[in-house]
């Protein structure tokens, strides 16, 4: 008796079984939705933009925007997905803002003069310049291909956008998981 | 002779499966044979004083890797356990130290040494409640840089530490790797594996320690 031919990895109903981190459900449409999100990463792509710079939020509002390749949730988290769109509302801008830093001005990163969006196509709101600059050095140094595990920072910034400010209790909760088995403790 | 006899069918099929093949690769008929020839004709009330001659299972107890570090009670300890519990020691203690104090988690802190351990921790009350009233303080962008060094280190104090500022990145780096760089030294570096966990350690905990230095300045 074959073992491959009970199994059929293609099926779509085993997908969710495979491919699907502790702790998030996933249908079959949600699979076919990271799946389409995943088709649009660019990692690997061809260098696409000449110019990067950062702007302050208010200037980029009004700007076209560039879907950012940068995949943090092809995982099937909401990161991956292109059915989340949110706009910057003062409630939403509150939400971000960090504590060290009271009243921020949000800055974006811009290629070729169109404003960056995350992965979820969230604005990227950036509380601090620095924070701004140093991912468009990170865009910045792309060579001929695009190449996300090269940028870090991007990573965590759109990280930050799509997943934690969508759920901080799950992401407080991850960490206080971490107490009961730590690893220093032990 | 012993007849074969196999319970459940999956392993009876296995087994046929396996004598069509080379013998040299028949694990689980050895297995089965190991089985019924061993241990079912030692009688039940010959187990106990048998029990110090079967030192293959037993004897791995002690440096089992899903229990805690070196030395175990009744354990003698080979030097090179003594060399990484120093080294735990070493970069850990201040950080327990840290969270002990009044200003973080206060006293309360489980630590566990040299005992079987392989349920969670128990800390106190007060200690789970402190922390939770940090870590539920934080922003999304602490919140964020506190969880990637928490995975990254396997240990929420390490995050913590970082996140107060007692930790630097160095350091953080330093307190995440102490087993498997002991494990680089004694054995060597296995090219695509340990660089690679290093440098994706390396990358994640200082990258969240940027995002924070980079909220401070505005």
């Known amino acids: 008796m074959l073992l491959s031919r009970s199994v059929n990895l293609a099926r779509p109903s085993l997908l969710p079984l495979l491919s699907r981190p502790f702790g998030i459900t996933a249908d079959n449409a949600r699979v076919e939705e990271v799946r389409a999100a995943a088709a649009d990463r660019l990692q690997g792509r061809v260098k696409f933009f000449k110019a990067v710079g950062i702007k302050t939020l208010g200037e980029s509002a009004s700007l076209p925007s560039a879907f950012s390749p940068i995949s943090a949730g092809v995982d099937l988290s909401a990161a991956g997905t292109k059915a989340k769109t949110t706009t910057l509302t003062p409630e939403r801008l509150a939400s971000l803002t960090p504590r060290s830093v009271p009243t921020p001005a949000f800055h974006t ?78 | 002779m012993i007849r074969y006899v196999s319970k459940p069918r999956g392993v009876g099929r296995r087994c046929a499966a396996q004598n069509t093949l080379r013998k040299t690769s028949a694990q689980n008929n050895r297995l089965r044979t190991t089985c019924l020839i061993r241990i ?102 602490e919140l964020t840089a506190l969880q990637a060094v928490t995975m990254e280190a396997k240990s929420l104090l390490v995050g913590l530490c970082v996140l107060e ?40 905990i200082r990258a969240a320690v940027l995002l924070l230095d980079t909220l401070k300045m505005n």
């Open chain 2, 40 to 141: 079912s004709l030692i009688p039940p009330s010959f187990l106990p004083s048998l029990l110090p001659s079967l030192p293959p299972a037993l004897s791995l107890s002690p440096t089992d890797s899903l229990l805690p570090p070196s030395p175990l009670p009744g354990y003698h300890a080979g030097s090179d356990d003594r060399v990484l519990r120093r080294k735990q020691k070493g970069l850990w203690e201040p950080l327990l130290e840290f969270v002990g104090s009044d200003s973080v988690l206060g006293e309360g802190v489980a630590v566990l040494d040299g005992d079987f351990v392989l349920g969670s921790l128990k800390h106190s009350d007060e200690v789970v409640r402190r922390a939770k009233e940090l870590v539920w303080g934080y922003d999304v962008w």
């Open chain 1, 109 to 186: 990163v811009v290629l070729d003069g169109r404003a960056l969006k995350t992965p979820a196509k969230n604005e990227l709101a950036l509380p601090t310049p620095a924070l701004a600059h140093l991912i468009a050095h990170e865009w910045d140094y792309q060579a001929s291909h695009i190449e996300p595990s090269s940028m870090p920072m991007m990573i965590l910034a759109s990280t930050v956008l799509d997943q934690t400010s969508a759920d901080k209790d799950f992401v407080r909760k991850n960490c206080m998981n971490y107490l009961f088995n730590d690893t220093i403790c032990k």
């Open chain 2, 165 to 204: 500022g007692f930790l630097t990145a160095d350091a953080a780096v330093a307190a995440s790797r102490v087993e498997e760089e002991f494990s680089v030294e004694q054995w060597g570096l296995v090219e695509g594996g340990h660089d690679m966990d290093r440098l994706n350690n390396d990358v994640q």
